[in-house]
């Protein structure tokens, strides 16, 4: 067996989470991560042995069997890399589909993030619209939440003023961002309204609290909000002062031209 300290998975997951933390965008325990395993990959490192099972409390079978690389409720993202195995938690879903087993981690007692009902549905979601989809991030980028308090939360007007702050925008999100109002966190709740969103959009924005964003790796996930990220800071940036000129939607349709990309039908308003 592999030493798992050692695993590419596991510090991928402590790069990503110092990274978020040096952003100023997961303070304190702020954000989550977790990423659907390769099990055959994952099996070289673990034992196999059940340390505890615990009732998930929803269903979510279509994941039997799937492995979750999580950090765990309460802990803060700038301990994870010199304390992985009380920060991070590996879990297992019971083939029933709604029992948690703990392969490895937590071992300070600790337990997974409050947001796993988002987490885990989000990545059934993915998971059905492409295979390859393994991680979700949560965080809270500090313009991304500035912009909730000041920008109509419509999804298409909120969608439409991202685009327009930076070029790359429409190129990395043509599906748009989905916006939830504000919510209490930490529930089935909220995590039902994401994944019902999260279908098809890649990013979704929680008013006042933060983002959710998935995708293949945690390159590809993390790069989406920090995407987003960037044209909230734009926008938050330009607030103040008159606007003389931005990118007009004639524009942004010869971008997605250049790049072969098909926006969301009707964002645009010739399109
Ligand atoms: P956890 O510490 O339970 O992961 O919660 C942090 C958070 O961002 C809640 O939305
Ligand atoms: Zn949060």
Redesign the pocket.
């Known amino acids: 067996m592999y030493n798992i300290l050692e695993a590419p998975f596991l510090r991928e997951v402590c790069g990503a989470a110092a990274n978020l933390y040096r952003l100023g965008w997961?303070e304190r325990?702020?954000?989550?991560i977790s990423v659907r395993l390769d099990r055959e990959l994952a099996g070289r490192y673990l034992s196999g042995a059940v340390r505890s099972r615990t009732e998930l409390g929803f269903d979510v079978s279509p994941l039997a069997g799937e492995l979750f690389l999580v950090?765990?409720?309460?802990?803060y993202f700038k301990n994870v890399a010199d304390c992985p195995q009380n920060n991070l938690g590996i879990l297992r879903i019971g083939e029933d589909g709604h029992t948690l087993e703990l392969l490895w981690g937590f071992e300070d007692g600790g337990r997974p993030?409050?947001?796993l009902p988002t987490h885990l549905l989000n990545h059934m979601e993915r998971m059905a619209v492409d295979p390859e989809q393994r991680v979700v991030v949560?965080s809270?980028p500090t313009n991304t939440v500035a912009m909730t308090f000041v920008h109509p939360l419509e999804e298409r007007t909120f969608t439409r003023t991202l685009w327009r702050m930076s070029t790359e925008c429409i190129v990395v999100f043509p599906e748009g961002i989905g916006v939830l109002p504000w919510m209490v966190?930490?529930n089935l709740e909220i995590g039902q309204a994401t994944a019902a969103k999260i279908r098809e959009t890649r990013a979704v924005i929680w008013a006042a609290?933060?983002v959710f964003g998935v995708g293949k790796d945690l390159d590809e996930a993390f790069g989406l909000i920090e995407t987003v990220e960037k044209a909230a800071e734009i926008y938050m940036k330009i607030g103040e002062h008159a606007i003389l000129q931005s990118i007009t939607d004639q524009e942004l349709s010869s971008l997605c031209a250049a790049f072969g990309i098909t926006p969301r039908a009707g964002y645009l308003e010739f399109v």
């Open positions: 997961d325990n702020g954000g989550n950090t765990g409720s309460g802990k993030t409050s947001e949560h809270h966190c930490g609290h933060g």
